[in-house]
């Protein structure tokens, strides 16, 4: 079976490795290079490393809208396309090219959490559950018909980094068991039920900007969908600081304002719109990362201060 694999971000890379191990991988597509870093130099994409290492041939467009980025995707005569986190839209032409159509590997249970960030999404809904499936693409987003799924339990200290590497590992395992049965003619393609679609829209860094009214459990559940990227972010004192791990209180009750800090053992909590907000490791404006006792060592005027909702 020739196999074209479309991905770029790190949750694509065990699919390609489960590929390459099992099929004949003819091609590799993925976003060109990003300026990374402080230096700003363009860095591959994971997906690119491993092509690189496995001297699959490579191709990286800027969109596929064009007819000459379809031409290197139809010259290597895919029978099935497997797309992975990719980030670019397939239009029609190239759904077309494989003759047993393009198969995406998406990291929710659909038609929940359709669109570019399923895994925050699910973590800040309050899912106990969510899951991978395997799906046959058509043009709209993540609305095609459904091959395979697989459900995965969210656990209660779940970020979207710990949540994604195993759905990344999980998918991986389902879109090699279901690929063969797919291009024999063993399964049935399942039409998604629109009426229960909701939407994982793109993360933009002002999405973790806090708001102190909101209830501790929500907050903490923001801490968790936001690590590693973009983390949510209060300011103290003019410096924006980063709340990396927390634990929500929600049945305590506090007279002082949202965003009041208070003692909490030996450590600190912030006072929310329900309940306090423990503090479990914090990150200052320049500073490196440290643990709530570690950062109040040098931050001995943090309690009883008032951090700032940086959401309008």
Not at 42 to 63: C, D, G, M, Y
Not at 102 to 129: M, Q, T, Y
Not at 138 to 153: F, H
């Amino acid at each position: 079976m020739r196999v074209v694999f479309m991905g770029t971000p790190e949750f694509a890379v065990p699919t390609l490795e489960r590929l390459i191990e099992q099929f004949d991988v003819v091609g590799v597509v993925t976003r060109p290079d990003k300026p990374r870093g402080r230096s700003r130099a363009p860095l591959p994409s994971p997906v690119k490393e491993v092509a690189l290492a496995h001297n699959i041939p490579l191709f990286q467009p800027r969109t596929l809208r064009r007819p000459e980025n379809q031409e290197p995707i139809r010259a290597w005569k895919p029978d099935v396309i497997i797309v992975a986190a990719f980030g670019l839209i397939l239009p029609r032409e190239v759904l077309d090219i494989p003759p047993h159509g393009c198969v995406n590997v998406h990291a929710s249970l659909l038609p929940r959490w359709r669109g570019a960030a399923p895994v925050p999404a699910a973590i800040i809904a309050g899912d106990e559950v969510t899951g991978v499936t395997i799906m046959l693409m058509d043009e709209g987003v993540d609305t095609g018909p459904i091959l395979a799924q697989r459900p995965e339990p969210i656990r209660p200290d779940d970020t979207t980094a710990s949540l994604t590497a195993r759905l990344a590992v999980l998918g991986a395992e389902v879109l090699v068991e279901t690929l063969p049965r797919w291009v024999n003619g063993e399964i049935t393609p399942q039409p998604q039920d629109d009426a229960r679609a909701t939407y994982a829209p793109m993360i933009r860094k002002e999405d973790g900007f806090v708001d102190w009214n909101e209830p501790a459990d929500l907050l903490e559940r923001r801490v968790r969908a936001y690590y590693p990227w973009p983390t949510v972010m209060t300011r103290w004192r003019g410096k924006l600081l980063k709340i990396l791990r927390s634990r929500a209180h929600v049945d305590v009750e506090e007279g002082a304002s949202p965003g009041t800090v208070i003692g909490w053992g030996e450590g600190a909590a912030v006072v929310t719109g329900r309940g306090v907000l423990e503090l479990l490791e914090v990150q200052l404006e320049g500073k490196k990362a440290l643990d709530i006792a570690a950062f109040l060592r040098g931050a001995r005027n943090f309690i009883g201060s008032r951090l700032e909702s940086l959401k309008k």
